[in-house]
């Protein structure tokens, strides 16, 4: 059976804002998701699918892969200080034709980011008709859009920043956030 590699995210350290510890411990929580995904599906290999047991097996697996592999989005659009830019981007030419401007793009996201609750900020791209727009995932796995692709992933779960902040400061992460977005990489998912 096919197993997930846990990617290595050891170059990803002296990010602006966010400290080399905290990174350290998100990766450590990452890495525990493929151990957990990897374990689950050997599991569910050896069980039998018709009982419940099974059955509930199936219902935390949208929990621990999801967990893996938006963790990976996550680190795959961080670089230090962040890389090459939003001015000028196609990413930036689609926010603007679905949101009037960038500014309003980025305001909809940050807003999206501080809504209550744990989970993810995501900027997906709707193949459907080639649109950006922002969604609030709850958890892992609770909300994603169906089909569309992951452009630009925030980790807004508190863990990603209580760290080096206190858990009320999660404003401050997303500007934090914000300047250690690789917009190289953000550009290359839209295809
Ligand atoms: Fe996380």
Known sequence: MA?????????????????????????????????????????????DPSTSAYQELKRRLGWEFNGMRLHEYYFDNLSAGGSGSLAGSAFAAKAAEQYGS??????DFLSTAKAPGIG??????????????????????????????????????????????????????????FANINWDVVNQRLG
Do not use: M
């Open 3 to 47: 197993t997930y590699p846990a990617k290595d995210y050891s170059a990803l350290r002296g990010l602006s804002g966010i400290t080399d510890e905290q990174i350290e411990v998100h990766l450590k929580l990452y890495n525990g998701y493929v151990t957990r995904t990897n374990a689950l599906l050997e599991t569910l290999a050896q069980t």
């Open 102 to 107: 960038v500014e309003n793009w980025q305001k």
């Open 120 to 177: 993810w900020t995501i900027c997906y791209l709707d193949p459907a008709n080639g649109g950006l727009i922002n969604f609030w995932v709850t958890e892992h796995e609770q909300g994603h859009p169906a089909g569309l692709i992951p452009v630009l992933v925030c980790d807004v779960f508190e863990h990603a920043f209580a760290v080096y902040r206190k858990p009320t400061d999660r404003a401050p992460y997303l500007d934090d956030f």
